[in-house]
Structures are given as C-alpha cells and as structure tokens.
C-alpha cells in the first residue's frame, strides 16, 4: 500500500493470518475472501491472493497485483481484480489479466469494487453475471470444469493483451500515483 492509504491500524488476513496494515480497501478484500469461503464453499486453499504479476512491454516492465485466483482440483478457474469507484473501466485489464495469468485462458474473471460486480466469460469478454454473488461455488466451478475446454492464449494475443494491462492499469496508475500527495 502506498502512503496515501489511510490506515487505521492492523489486522489479520482471512486466508493466510498474516498481520496487514487496516485500510478501508483491505478490508473490502478481507470481505471477499470471506464470501469465497463462508458462502461459495472454497477452500482456502483454493484462493491465492495479493499475487503479483509481472507485465513487459517493448522493453518497459511493470507489476500488477493479482487480488485472488481461485483453483479448483489445482486448475485456476476464476480471477478477482478488486478496484475502488467505478468497475467499467476496469473490465478489459481484468480480461487481459485472466488472459495473461496462467498457462491457459482462465475461464471467468470478474472485477468488483466491493459492492458492485461484473462476472465475465473470459474467452467472450461478454458480461455473465453482476453481482459477486454470481461467481460460481466451487461445486458449480467443479461441475463447469469437467466440460470446459482450456486452452492457451493464442500467441499473436499476448503481446496485445500486454499492451493493454500495461497500459490501463501499470502506466494509469503510475500517473494517478504521481499527482496524489503522500500523508505526513
């Protein structure tokens, strides 16, 4: 986190009971992880979160944290990206980062901001669901993977994907970063 976070103290992570600076977002992240468990049935140990992601592009390299990538049977099936405000704009770098990620296409990404949230099919980039209630369980995600086809992302789309997470969400972010003070 950077230093124009408020943090209110420290708390411990749901999933790994590591100690955490207390932010309003960590704490939307804490409340995810929770649903995926409490209410979806995944196991922790399905959930990997606070990942990070490396991004090159024509030489200029970046890094994304990855909010959560859920794995059923040890198979990635889902990504959650987490981003305060509005999640339209976030919906094509949570593609790319589904895209990106993992050796095939992750079947489902969705981007929410805690309160709202648009389920994906990522192959499609169609919205499937809006609400993080509509992300599947993980009996449905185990159910829904016995008939999905995995498949690696077609290499001349790499490059291409790369380009547009590097560019909304690795260079945005650096020049958000750069007009916004630090608190003392």
Not at 75 to 98: D, E, H, N
Not at 113 to 138: E, F, R, V, Y
């Amino acid at each position: 986190m950077g230093t124009s976070h408020l943090i209110m103290g420290i708390l411990t992570d749901y999933l790994t009971g590591q100690t955490l600076p207390d932010t309003h977002d960590e704490r939307i992240l804490q409340k995810i992880a929770r649903f995926l468990v409490d209410d979806k049935g995944y196991d922790k140990a399905d959930i990997f979160a606070r990942k990070t992601m490396p991004v090159a592009v024509s030489g200029k390299t970046g890094t994304i944290t990855v909010h959560f990538k859920l794995q059923v049977n040890g198979v990635a099936f889902a990504v959650i990206m987490y981003g305060p405000g509005s999640i339209v704009t976030r919906q094509r770098p949570t593609l790319a980062v589904a895209r990106l990620l993992d050796a095939h296409v992750i079947p489902y990404a969705m981007i929410t901001n805690g309160t709202d949230a648009n389920l994906m099919d990522t192959n499609t980039g169609k919205i499937i669901g809006k609400a993080l209630s509509s992300m599947p369980s993980k009996s449905e995600a185990l159910e829904q993977m016995k008939n999905l086809s995995l498949n690696p992302l077609p290499p001349d789309r790499h490059e291409k994907e790369s380009r547009i997470l590097y560019a909304m969400d690795i260079l945005t972010h650096a020049e958000c970063s750069e007009y916004v003070c630090p608190l003392p």
